[in-house]
Nanobody
Framework: QVQLVESGGGLVQAGGSLRLSCAAS????????KGWFRQAPGKEREFVAG???????RYADSVKGRFTVSRDNAKNTVYLQMNSLKPEDTAVYYC?????????????????WGQGTQVTVSS
């Protein structure tokens, strides 16, 4: 079982940037599909971005052109670079991984989850 630990959250002004990191244990992490999700208070958890073992990426429409997902297989780490942040990006951000099947945008299809990291964007 892969264990995930996120870091890099914080408070930033609108228009600013943050980079989230998700460090994983387990030698097979590179073969997993990795996803970033977020959950704002009172809202459902939603897909933000994902990257497959081959490097294919997918983004939610709300973050396209502003967020970039990447991975470093040697470090067992996946990143989410967030630029041009908006107050509506405020949420707890979660890293997730799935080892079977194609990339999906549905939280229940992911096998492993991190504890989450808070991102707050002030206006």
């Amino acid at each position: 079982q892969v264990q995930l630990v996120e870091s890099g959250g914080g408070l930033v002004q609108a228009g600013g940037s943050l980079r989230l990191s998700c460090a994983a244990s387990g030698r097979t992490f590179s073969s997993y599909t990795k996803g970033w999700f977020r959950q704002a208070p009172g809202k459902e958890r939603e897909f933000v971005a994902g990257i497959t073992w081959s490097g294919s990426t997918r983004y939610a429409d709300s973050v396209k052109g502003r967020f970039t997902v990447s991975r470093d297989n040697a470090k067992n780490t996946v990143y989410l670079q967030m630029n041009s942040l908006k107050p509506e990006d405020t949420a707890v951000y979660y890293c997730a991984a799935k080892n079977v099947g194609i990339m999906t945008m549905t939280p229940p299809t992911y096998d492993c989850w991190g504890q989450g990291t808070q991102v707050t964007v002030s206006s």
